[in-house]
């Protein structure tokens, strides 16, 4: 069987949309899914391979304004090496996904709105986008693993979101939930895992100034490995708090139990907050190994976000639950 190899801006005729198609995004959806179910292994393979390298439509918005609020007390991180240390379970346990997350079809990607929210709806990933006004913020990130990041995002802050939602006044938490596809997601077959990937915000740290969804880093879209096309940025909790490759925000009145917490709840709590006097049941989070540099620095209570987020949490100072 010959196989044509395209260049990376041209695009088969097979995945041209029809025109009766075009006008209902759902509709096309299901067809590409079924189309891709019955069609023998090298092919649907191949068309896989074409999914996943797509061109990003909304990659002229980069790069955005920087937002001068949020400033660092370090050097960015070098982009090789924060794209080629990620933890992204979906693929493997190592640092090493980026490979294996190039595999990752993100468009078309459709966004889930649903629960206490006046209606329910879905939207593609590119009409948000421009929906919302990008900007560029650079962000510290402390993992429990005791090592952190400086990193340079594109997106647009979460409340943003929440107030395009419309959620009702009843809503207290919001649920994100990731992709599930383990065709293309080898992680996703070990099935001592809680997939799929879920996690959770208070509407009050939702809403917090802080809070982002980032769409790309360091002045482009984002790298599969990152989790493209659409992530959570919380630069005041542990790094296990930041959900890639969203595909569904749920708006409730319980507290989401998310997927660290089913996994592993007495070493990773629903709250995660950054507090270095509170040891991780395995190891000290007193101090922390900036990536890149060998350097070791103390760790700052909330990350050094105190000044933003402290608030949100009066009256729990004491809790070791708010930090586990």
Known sequence: MNIIRRRGWEIPERLITPEHLFFNRRSFLAGSASALAILPGAAAAQRVTDLANLPDPTADLYPARRNEKYVLDRAITDEKINANYNNFYE?????????????????????????????????????????????????????????????AWTG????KLVG????????????METFMDAKVAPGQRQTWYPWPYTEGLTLAEATNDLAFLATGAYGHPMAKQHGAPLRLAVPWKYGFKSIKSIVRFTFTDQRPHTYWEALQAQEYGFWANVNPEVPHPRWSQADEEVIGTGERKPTLLFNGYGEYVAGLYKGMETSERLWA
């Open 91 to 151: 693929f493997n346990s190592s640092k090493q996904v980026a490979a294996q997350a190039q595999k990752l079809p993100i468009r078309p990607w459709l966004v889930k709105i649903d629960g206490m929210v006046e209606k329910p709806f879905e939207i593609g990933i590119d009409e948000l986008i421009r929906k919302m006004t990008l900007e560029e913020r650079t962000y510290r990130h402390r993992c429990v693993e005791a090592w952190s990041m400086a990193i």
């Open 156 to 159: 647009f802050p979460l409340a």
């Open 164 to 175: 395009f939602t419309k959620p009702l006044g009843s809503a207290k938490y919001v649920r």
